[in-house]
């Protein structure tokens, strides 16, 4: 390099100004040796690297923890790093690449992001056991019964927030918020305690279901869950950008799904 990186004592090594300089760039040349390690190993039929996956905090539609595991026996060279976020975040990350797939609900943009159907969930109405609502087999969000009750609600920044809201605000609810939280389970269990009643996917009652109720909303309040992968993928610096097959049109499980270079996804056939 023509000048010294290191400077040494008896007891320590420290980069030199140039070793300073030249850090990031070393650090580009071993993920790029990385990543071409693991192009060659896909090319020989040995899946190997990172696979980062983000999801939301409930996925009804399938079950994500065994879909992880069941890839991982099948790849052992494939280490897993898993985010959870709000669906817009995770819908940003998954465009910009730093994300190999996300699983999320909401809007997405088909010109960033290329996504496939993979199931639903129908949202309920959460309370507590003993409430008079529990009897019901099923209630509208512009039931009379629901205008002066207190309600605990998921994140603002969400998108199962904001199709909440939309859906309340069409039924002419104005829901009495008392208590937001970030935390799908924290909701079931404010409404255990009678901190005030939900609207939630069915998932997130399971650790509660001893103590708390759920009423199927009518008309049918459905959250649609999307696999989603960046529409392009990064630019070499070749200037071109690698090969990626076309997401299928058809329901995952009828092929796979390629989220990195040598790396296939294989997800259950959606509801």
């Given amino acids: 390099m023509g000048a010294a990186l290191f400077v040494r004592d008896s007891r320590h090594v420290m980069p030199t100004q140039a070793g300073r300089a030249l850090l990031p760039s070393a ?13 060659v190993a896909g090319v020989r039929g040995v899946l190997r690297g990172q696979l980062h996956v983000g999801a939301i905090q409930t996925l009804g539609a399938i079950d994500l923890p065994a879909l992880l595991a069941g890839f991982r026996r099948a ?6 790093r898993l985010s959870h976020d709000a ?14 797939i996300a699983f999320i609900d909401g809007p997405t943009d088909p010109a960033r992001l290329t996504r496939v159907e993979i199931g639903h969930d129908d949202m309920v109405l959460a309370v507590p056991h003993g409430d008079p609502l529990a009897e019901r087999a099923s209630i509208g969000l512009g039931d009379p019964a ?20 939309v859906a309340c605000a069409a039924a002419g609810l104005a ?22 009643i939900s609207v939630l996917p069915p998932m997130s009652v399971r650790s509660v279901t001893a103590q708390v109720s759920t009423i199927p909303i009518t008309p049918p309040l459905r959250r649609d869950i999307g696999a989603v992968v960046a529409a392009t993928r990064p630019a070499h610096r070749s200037g071109t950008s690698p090969a990626r097959p076309p997401c299928p049109s058809s329901r995952l499980g009828r092929g796979t799904r ?3 270079s040598g790396l296939n996804w294989r997800l259950p056939a959606g509801r």
Avoid: K, W
């Fill in 27 to 39: 650090r580009r040349a071993l993920a790029a040796a990385d990543e071409g390690r693991d192009a």
């Fill in 258 to 260: 390629p989220v990195r």
């Fill in 146 to 165: 629901l205008r002066e009750r207190d309600f605990v609600d998921y994140r603002a920044d969400s998108a199962l927030r904001a199709q909440i809201d």
């Fill in 75 to 80: 790849h052992p060279g494939v280490t897993i």
């Fill in 87 to 100: 669906a817009s975040v995770l819908a940003s990350a998954a465009a910009d690449a730093q994300l190999d």
């Fill in 175 to 196: 829901r009495r918020t008392v208590c937001e939280a970030q935390n799908m389970q924290y909701l079931a269990e404010l409404v255990q305690h009678g901190l005030g």
